[in-house]
T-cell receptor, first 112, second 111 residues
Framework: NAGVTQTPKFQVLKTGQSMTLQCAQD?????MYWYRQDPGMGLRLIYY???????DKGEVPNGYNVSRLNKREFSLRLESAAPSQTSVYFC???????????FGEGSWLTVV | QQPVQSPQAVILREGEDAVINCSSS?????VHWYRQKHGEAPVFLMI?????EQKGHEKISASFNEKKQQSSLYLTASQLSYSGTYFC????????????FGSGTRLLVRP
C-alpha cells in the first residue's frame, strides 16, 4: 500500500526544457493537490482537483499545467522550465473537503 | 489569502510549553495543522472544523475560534521529537478544497 507516489523523485532540467511530474494514489480519495515548497519556505498551492474531471488554480499557477487523468492520477507539467521553478514539489490527496490530507514524499526539481 | 502564523520561530528547553497561532482574514471552514521535519513531507497533526472546537493528541492540542478566524496549537511538556516546522492550513467557507498554508513556525527543542 504505497499511498501517494510521486515520480520522479529527483530531476535536473535545463532552462526551457519541459517535463511532467506524476502523482498516483491508491487511497481511492477524491481530491488531489500540487504544492511547491522553496527552501526554508512554506507550501504554496499550484493547482488542485476537487474531484475527477475538475481542476482549479491555486496561489501560484503561472508556468504550470495539470491533468487529472483519472481518479488515481494527477500530473503537473512544466512547459518551459525556468530557474525560479527550482523547488520541492509535493502531491497531496484527501477524501473530501475538511479531511486529512496525505502528502507524497516530494519531488526535488532543479532548473539550471 | 494566506493565513498568518506567529511566532516565526521558537526555541524551547525540553519540558517547556509553546503556543503557535494562526489567523485568517477570511471566514473559515476548517483549520489543519501539520508538522514537517527537514527533508521530509508534512505529517498530519489534526483538523478543526467547528468554531470553538478543541482537539488533542497526547500533549499536543489545538483550538479554533471561528468568530475571530483564529486557531492556536498548544505544545505542552515539549519533547526533543517536537522539533520541526509547524504549518497551519485553512479552507475558506467560500473556497472549500482550496487548502492554503501559512509560512510556518520553526520550533527547536533543546535538551
Amino acid at each position: 500500500n504505497a499511498g501517494v507516489t510521486q515520480t520522479p523523485k529527483f530531476q535536473v532540467l535545463k532552462t526551457g526544457q519541459s517535463m511532467t511530474l506524476q502523482c498516483a494514489q491508491d487511497m481511492n480519495h477524491n481530491s488531489m493537490y500540487w504544492y511547491r515548497q522553496d527552501p526554508g519556505m512554506g507550501l504554496r498551492l499550484i493547482y488542485y482537483s476537487a474531484s475527477e474531471g475538475t481542476t482549479d488554480k491555486g496561489e501560484v499557477p503561472n508556468g504550470y499545467n495539470v491533468s487529472r487523468l483519472n481518479k488515481r492520477e494527477f500530473s503537473l507539467r512544466l512547459e518551459s522550465a525556468a530557474p525560479s521553478q527550482t523547488s520541492v514539489y509535493f502531491c497531496a490527496v484527501t477524501r473530501d473537503s475538511g479531511n486529512t490530507i496525505y502528502f507524497g514524499e516530494g519531488s526535488w526539481l532543479t532548473v539550471v | 489569502q494566506q493565513p498568518v502564523q506567529s511566532p516565526q520561530a521558537v526555541i524551547l528547553r525540553e519540558g517547556e510549553d509553546a503556543v503557535i497561532n494562526c489567523s485568517s482574514s477570511k471566514a473559515l471552514y476548517s483549520v489543519h495543522w501539520y508538522r514537517q521535519k527537514h527533508g521530509e513531507a508534512p505529517v498530519f497533526l489534526m483538523i478543526l472544523l467547528k468554531g470553538g472546537e478543541q482537539k488533542g493528541h497526547e500533549k499536543i492540542s489545538a483550538s479554533f475560534n471561528e468568530k475571530k478566524q483564529q486557531s492556536s496549537l498548544y505544545l505542552t511538556a515539549s519533547q526533543l521529537s517536537y522539533s520541526g516546522t509547524y504549518f497551519c492550513g485553512t479552507e475558506g467557507r467560500d473556497s472549500s478544497y482550496k487548502l492554503i498554508f501559512g509560512s510556518g513556525t520553526r520550533l527547536l527543542v533543546r535538551p
